[in-house]
């Protein structure tokens, strides 16, 4: 069946630095979908991403996705305290209409 | 979006009973969603819930082991059946649409002992 893959697993970064994910699908996806989930809570929808190539900003947030449509990032600049949490990219299919979520990334802040 | 609420918030059980967790949302949805998240992990879906339909199970789940109610468009149940520690995690129900990204409820935390 089909596997989201994301990398690296952890991330640990000084307050101030920049965080990339990098998520990999082993099909290729009708749209891409970004989560966050703090600690201790649900995933929350960040963003979706439907067209090769396709990049799309929030604030100091910059989602990209392939032209392939089997990959994807997210990368976040000058991290702040609030960005802690695991972010996972999730992958839809029209064909099966099933959301794969990504292994995830656990982001955390060295104040 | 749509909110959900979702209840219990958490739960320790005795092993060998069953356990349902529900969900309301807010406005009608076509499907909804149950995944497992164990500690740390990525989601696993368990089923796809239709109003009006039975439930559409992933690999590795079935409606003995969890059986799943969608009476309307706004409310949804996951049953946790007889419980073994194994089924100790966190299951959450989920709804929205592809084009729009989805909702989640707050989560069930649950321990069998």
């Known amino acids: 069946g089909q596997q989201v893959m994301q990398i690296p697993q952890y991330q640990h970064v000084q307050e101030g630095e920049d965080f990339t994910t990098y998520c990999n699908s082993s099909?290729?996806?009708?749209?891409i979908q970004w989560y966050k989930q703090r600690p201790g809570g649900h995933p929350v929808f960040l963003i979706q991403?439907?067209?090769?190539?396709e990049v799309k900003k929030q604030k100091r947030l910059t989602f990209q996705f392939g032209e392939a449509k089997k990959n994807s990032s997210l990368h976040i600049t000058a991290t702040q305290t609030t960005d802690v949490g695991t972010y996972f990219c999730a992958g839809f299919n029209f064909g099966n209409e099933k959301l794969t979520f990504g292994t995830g990334t656990r982001l955390t802040i060295i104040p | 979006s749509a909110v959900i609420s979702q209840k219990p918030s958490r739960d320790i059980c005795q092993r060998g009973t069953s356990l349902t967790i529900q969900c309301q949302v807010d406005s009608q949805v076509t499907m909804m969603f149950w995944y497992r998240q164990q500690p740390g992990q990525s989601l696993t879906l368990i089923a796809t819930a239709n109003q009006g339909s039975e439930a559409t199970y992933e690999s590795g789940f079935v409606i003995d082991k969890f059986p799943i109610s969608r009476p309307n468009l706004t409310f949804s149940t996951l049953t946790v059946s007889n419980m073994s520690p194994e089924d100790s995690s966190i299951y959450l129900c989920?709804?929205?649409?592809?084009?729009?990204?989805?909702?989640f409820g707050s989560g069930t935390r649950l321990t069998v002992v």
């Open positions: 991403l439907v067209k090769s190539g």
């Open positions: 989920s709804a929205g649409l592809p084009s729009r990204g989805y909702t």
């Open positions: 099909t290729t996806l009708s749209n």
